[in-house]
């Protein structure tokens, strides 16, 4: 499951496998689902991921 957390006044999800924090919740959802399947990173979802 993903967590949701509040930076800058804005929501975000994190992605709690690798760390990364996504606007949308599905795409925090692919790249946990990603993550614990492969023991790695998609590009093309992380490309998504905002700092």
Known sequence: MVKEIIK????LYRCEECG???S???LAERCQEWCNKHH???LE???HAVH
């Open 40 to 42: 790695s990173c998609s």
């Open 45 to 47: 979802i992380t490309k």
């Open 24 to 26: 949308d919740k599905k």
């Open 20 to 22: 990364f924090n996504y």
């Open 8 to 11: 800058n006044n804005k929501k």
